[in-house]
């Protein structure tokens, strides 16, 4: 028999859970599977500072190497699990060997979208942004004059442009959608963001999505898209979204749907396993969400650690976001699922905004560009479930510490 706690990937979510547990001094064995040859790292900068050379790789993990045996946590790197044995408690890695556990925990992120191979995405030059091989191999591409094109307004790809540009190439963007950000954010921070990367000299083709990409001797060399034009490129960033890496859970027998089911505790529908992070969904209000973000990838291994660890405290999430593009900071705090009103409102500085989101009269979410009081007041409001007074809010010359008043 075994007291370990098995935690099968090594991203934010794992590092986050193991991390806490030895903040509790909870002293059970740990061994954390990592699929990449490196140590956990952060993310979040590695297609921004690591990709535009500001920041050094060491500077991105969250632990120096020594830290997991002076922890008596043991890391496989390079390693993934082929199979979870839920009945006689054992991961199958693809090397052959077995790990036994009493608990398990997933924390298997998610995997970008790819394009098809029959339009062209098994061409040399196609890249997805989400891991170190990626920002190194698009470091590599990212050459002055270069021409690329990013498949997808969303915050990744708009993200990319705003590197690209900050390193010199030629920036198109298309979206299939009627906007850009139409998923995720109101027309009103898509209409900030949209001039903002015209004013960087970055084509933005909205309505506008990809026939095929075109190759010679295997590599991207051009794009037809949906509109009949013809464009020549030298490389193609993806940024279509992500999906949950809920295949092992599923094979076990896990239940999954959209993400590893789990509940408030982060227990799945084995109560041996836990899930936590990108790859969860998770409850939600009525329902359920996938939350991919950093912020949720933390919290909610932290409060799985804590429940591993003998507590019985449910997560309870309070979303908040960040996109750095150029020298706009954009911070979103709550969630705007199914916003029926907005409010926008100028910020006390030039180059500042706040977006409001509003469903059923009741204040939701909030994005506020280069607006770091904004982006405070509306979290504060979120967290104590206050509801601003609107006139108030609409009133640019007001204070905003009024509507926590």
Request: no cysteine.
């Given at each position: 028999m075994t007291d370990r706690l098995v935690i099968i990937g090594a991203g934010q979510a794992g590092f986050a859970l193991a991390a806490k547990l030895r903040a509790l001094k909870d002293t059970r064995p740990i061994t954390i599977v990592g699929a990449e040859d490196v140590l956990p790292y952060q993310r979040p900068p590695l297609t921004k500072k690591y990709l535009l050379g500001e920041m050094?790789?060491?500077?991105?993990?969250?632990?120096?190497?020594?830290?997991?045996?002076?922890?008596?946590?043991?890391?496989?790197?390079?390693?993934?699990?082929?199979?979870?044995?839920?009945d006689s408690k054992q991961v199958l890695l693809q090397d052959g060997s077995v790990l036994d556990y009493a608990t398990l925990a997933l924390t298997t992120g998610s995997s970008p979208r790819s394009l098809p191979a029959t339009i062209g995405g098994d061409l040399a030059g196609v890249y997805v942004a989400r891991d170190k091989r990626d920002a190194d191999c698009l470091a590599d591409e990212m050459r002055p004059g270069r021409r690329v094109l990013i498949i997808g307004g969303g915050y990744i790809g708009l993200e990319a442009a705003a590197v690209a540009r900050h390193r010199g190439l030629e920036v198109t963007v298309i979206e299939m959608a009627d906007r850009i950000l139409q998923r995720v954010a109101a027309k009103e921070t898509a209409d900030i963001m949209r001039v903002i990367h015209e004013a960087?000299?970055?084509?933005?083709?909205?309505?506008?999505?990809?026939?095929?990409?075109?190759?010679?001797?295997g590599h991207v060399v051009g794009a037809e898209l949906s509109d009949g034009s013809v464009?020549?490129?030298?490389?193609?960033?993806?940024?279509?979204?992500?999906?949950?890496?809920?295949?092992?859970?599923?094979?076990?027998?896990?239940?999954?749907?959209?993400?590893?089911?789990?509940?408030?505790f982060g227990r799945t529908s084995d109560p041996s396993i836990f899930a936590a992070g990108d790859c969860?969904?998770?409850?939600?209000?009525?329902?359920?969400?996938?939350?991919?973000?950093?912020q949720n990838a933390v919290d909610q291994a932290e409060a799985v650690a804590a429940v591993i660890a003998g507590g019985n405290a449910p997560y309870d999430p309070k979303p908040w976001f960040w996109s750095d593009q150029y020298d706009v900071k954009l911070q979103i705090a709550g969630f705007n699922l199914g916003y029926d009103e907005t409010l926008l409102r100028p910020g006390s500085r030039e180059g500042a905004h706040s977006i409001w989101y509003f469903k059923d009269g009741v204040l939701i979410a909030v994005d506020a560009i280069n607006d770091a009081k904004a982006y405070v007041t509306g979290k504060k409001l979120l967290e104590s479930g206050g509801n601003p007074d609107k006139a108030l809010l609409a009133d640019a010359s007001a204070d905003l510490k009024q509507l926590l008043s």
């Open positions: 050094a790789f060491d500077r991105l993990l969250f632990r120096p190497e020594h830290w997991y045996p002076d922890n008596d946590v043991e890391i496989r790197l390079a390693t993934w699990a082929e199979q979870i044995k839920p960087h000299d970055v084509v933005i083709r909205e309505k506008t999505g990809l026939k095929r990409l075109l190759g010679k001797d464009i020549d490129i030298d490389f193609a960033i993806v940024g279509i979204g992500v999906a949950p890496n809920d295949q092992l859970a599923k094979d076990a027998g896990i239940e999954v749907g959209n993400g590893i089911i789990v509940d408030e969860t969904s998770l409850p939600w209000q009525d329902g359920r969400i996938r939350l991919e973000s950093v």
